[in-house]
C-alpha cells in the first residue's frame, strides 16, 4: 500500500472518468480539465462509473506513476458526482483506498496540557 505523508495534497476529481485511460490520458485530464499541474507532487485520484474501481496519479520526483484498485467487494464511498475537485487530507485518502467511509475521518482533538499533577 502507497501511503501519502501528512503534507501531501491529494485532489479527487468528483466526476467519473473513462477508465481506458492510462497514465497519460489522466495527467491530460490533470492539466485540462482539472486546471493542475500533474508534475507539482499532489496525488490526483480518479473514480470510475461504477464506484468500485479508483486510479491515483503523481509524481513521486523520479516519474510519473498510476496506481489502479478495484474493490472485489462493495464500493468506494465517493462524493456526489459533480464537475468539482475535492480536497482530501492524507487520512482520509487511506480510508477511501481501504473501502472505508473517509467522511468519518476527522483531524485528532486538541487536548489541554495539564498545568500541575493532581
Request: no cysteine.
Amino acid at each position: 500500500m502507497i501511503v501519502a505523508s501528512g503534507g501531501v495534497r491529494v485532489l479527487v476529481a468528483t466526476k467519473p472518468v473513462d477508465f481506458r485511460k492510462g497514465l497519460e490520458g489522466l495527467a491530460a485530464l490533470v492539466r485540462e480539465a482539472l486546471g493542475g499541474d500533474p508534475f507539482s507532487g499532489a496525488v490526483f485520484v480518479f473514480r470510475s462509473k461504477r464506484a468500485d474501481r479508483v486510479k491515483l496519479i503523481f509524481w513521486d520526483g523520479t516519474g510519473m506513476v498510476l496506481v489502479a484498485k478495484r474493490l472485489e467487494d462493495g464500493k468506494f464511498r465517493w462524493p456526489g458526482v459533480q464537475d468539482a475537485i475535492l480536497r482530501l487530507t492524507s487520512a482520509e485518502l487511506q480510508a477511501l483506498l481501504e473501502g472505508l467511509d473517509w467522511r468519518r475521518v476527522h483531524e485528532p482533538r486538541q487536548t489541554a496540557v495539564p498545568t500541575a499533577t493532581s
